[in-house]
């Protein structure tokens, strides 16, 4: 098992995805060669330009969104240390798997929308924070029974009482948090939802 407090084998995922949201960051807001305009995800355009289900998750809309979410990062690499992680891939994984899940999760909720009542959301959606909330569901229930694989791949991660009860706090606090104006509220549930069913796969 890897020490949580020094640097680990298994780190550069957790660099990797840090250092893309700062670049695309930089390109989008200070350089201004990326127009985030062409990579939110956008409920009616996702069906001719299926990119920005990926896209989406890489641009934030400003300084604070994009520091929340490294923030996200470093606490999830954090649990993760603390649970035992033997992977030097599932991170990345996860965050691929995650992606296209949940954003499938809130297309049908949209085509549920649209089907029963007659409405569709019109809304742009961006940042990394879904990803993050799945990866805290993930957490929170890998803290009360711990995970030997996933998809296949072992990983290793073993239950643990004090991660358990840290993650508990924060997916609380983040519920919360998302009932705030100008945060998808939509997004985080999902996100969390999908983070609890790659748990039970």
């Known amino acids: 098992m890897a020490n949580n407090n020094s640097i680990s ?14 670049s695309v960051y930089i390109l989008s ?17 996702i069906s001719d330009q299926p990119y920005r289900i990926i896209t989406s998750v890489l641009i934030h809309a400003d300084l604070n969104h994009l520091l929340s979410n490294l923030g996200g990062i470093i606490i999830t690499r954090y649990f993760l240390m603390r649970l035992g992680i033997e992977s030097k891939f599932f991170y990345l994984r996860f965050i691929l798997i995650c992606s296209f899940l949940n ?44 995970k030997s694989f996933f998809l296949g791949k072992k990983i290793g991660l073993k239950s643990n009482f004090e ?14 948090f998302s009932f705030f104006p100008g945060i998808s509220l939509l997004g985080h549930i999902s996100g969390f939802v999908t983070g609890c069913f790659l748990f039970l796969i």
């Open 163 to 176: 991660v358990q009860k840290m993650s508990r706090t924060i997916c609380f606090l983040g519920l919360i």
């Open 9 to 22: 084998k298994y780190d550069w995922q957790y660099i990797l995805s840090a250092s893309l949201l700062i």
């Open 29 to 45: 807001d200070l350089v201004g060669v990326i127009d985030k305009e062409y990579f939110y995800f956008v409920p009616r355009l």
């Open 103 to 146: 954003f499938f999760i809130i297309w049908v909720y949209e085509k549920m929308l649209s089907y029963f009542f007659d409405f569709y959301p019109n809304y742009a959606a961006l940042g990394f924070s879904g990803i993050i909330y799945a990866l805290f569901g993930f957490i929170l229930l890998t803290s009360f029974y711990g």
